[in-house]
Each structure stands twice: as C-alpha cells, then as structure tokens.
Antibody
Framework: QVYLVESGGGVVQPGRSLRLSCAAS????????VKWVRQAPGKGLEWVAAISYDGRNKYYADSVKGRFTISRDNSRNTVDLQMNSLRGDDTAVYYC??????????WGQGTTVIVSS | DIQMTQSPSSVSASVGDRVTITCRAS??????LAWYQQKPGRAPELLIYGASTLQNGVPSRFSGSGSGTDFTLTISSLQPEDFATYYC?????????FGGGTKVE
C-alpha cells in the first residue's frame, strides 16, 4: 500500500520554530517531487513549498519565503519542512503530497500546527 | 502568479443530478490542471490531472475538459458519496495555486 505520513505538528508560540516530517511507505519517495500544502481552519487549500526529486530545486509560496525551508533525505525516504518565525496565520493542517503528471496523487493524513501564545 | 477562479462556490444538488464546476485561470496554463475532491476531516484526493485524464480508481461519472484558461469538472450522475468540496489546481508554473473550492451539498 502506498501512503505518506506526516509528523511533527503541535502547538507553538508565535516566533518559535517547528519541523515537520513526511515519510513514505510502499514506494520510493526519492523518485518523486514532493509538495507541502496547508489548509487553515475552515479555509481552502494553499500550496506552501515544493522540492524536486533530487532536492536541487526548491520553491516557496511568498507567504513563507525566508521563514520555511524544505529539504529531503533520500536515504531515509523523507521530506522535511523547517518552519521558523511562526505566525498566527501559519495555523493550519499541513499535508505532504507526491507529485505526478501535474497532479498530487498521494497525500498524507495531515499534521496540525497551531501557533498561539 | 496565476489566479484560479472556481464557480460556483457552492451548489445544491440531488442524487442523480448532473453537476458542472468551472475553473478559470488568469492566464493560459495549457492542460496543466488538476481536480481534487475533499471530504470533511480528510485529505484531498486526486480525481483528474492533465485537465481530462482520470486518476486510477476514480469512477467514470467524473470527467474533466478544457485547456488554456477555461476548465470544467462534470459529475454525470451525482452519487451520495460525491457530496464534498472540489478544488482545481494549476500545475503550469510555480507558485502552484488552487481555486477557492466548490462545495457540493
């Protein structure tokens, strides 16, 4: 069975950091680009960051540029999202997803990040 | 950035109805368009990619069409399990962008 599992979410104070991790099972994540997508409570989907299969190319939404860093460890079959200087509007469910032919065909169950004092 | 505008934002429909959702891109994206279904408390699921290619396992009552700036998702005969929110997403260029969603209720 093919799936992704996110971890690392939690409650954090504004200005602090959190690191999310995305692990793959049932397939080799290193062969695919990976995206992080978030969804604030009651809102729509927002793309956050992307990394190419080999880690050479990284892209960020303007809302997180300079604060978030995406990385991957292909030896561990994982992709991480380092989130610094967190703000209240970063509160959301964060999903990682595998890219394929322009669509995101495998998604994790999501991990919740709450930024609050 | 490419803006994706979905309409309607919500639609009231009954089982057996034909439902059509449209998505308009602020600039041409060729066929780099995907559609997702999301149910409450669940991750989105890919329905269609490349504007019209059905993802494996997705029922054939779902179909997609369009290219350039105007796209359509059609559910030919709405089933009880299809009540959900649907999103379009352009994959032509970064930043990737999603439509605002259409709730089918």
């Amino acid at each position: 069975q093919v799936y992704l599992v996110e971890s690392g979410g939690g409650v954090v104070q504004p200005g602090r950091s959190l690191r999310l991790s995305c692990a793959a099972s049932g397939f080799t994540l290193s062969e695919h680009g990976v995206k992080w997508v978030r969804q604030a409570p009651g809102k729509g989907l927002e793309w956050v960051a992307a990394i190419s299969y080999d880690g050479r190319n990284k892209y960020y939404a303007d809302s997180v540029k300079g604060r978030f860093t995406i990385s991957r460890d292909n030896s561990r079959n994982t992709v991480d999202l380092q989130m610094n200087s967190l703000r209240g509007d970063d509160t959301a469910v964060y999903y990682c997803a595998k890219g394929s032919m322009g669509g995101l065909d495998v998604w994790g169950q999501g991990t919740t990040v709450i930024v609050s004092s | 950035d490419i803006q994706m505008t979905q309409s309607p934002s919500s639609v009231s429909a009954s089982v057996g109805d034909r439902v059509t959702i449209t998505c308009r891109a602020s600039q041409g994206i060729r066929s780099w368009l995907a559609w997702y279904q999301q149910k409450p408390g669940r991750a989105p699921e890919l329905l269609i990619y490349g504007a019209s290619t059905l993802q494996n396992g997705v029922p054939s009552r779902f179909s997609g069409s369009g290219s350039g700036t105007d796209f359509t998702l059609t559910i030919s005969s709405l089933q009880p399990e299809d009540f959900a929110t649907y999103y379009c997403q352009q994959a032509n260029s970064f930043p990737l962008t999603f439509g605002g969603g259409t709730k089918v209720e």
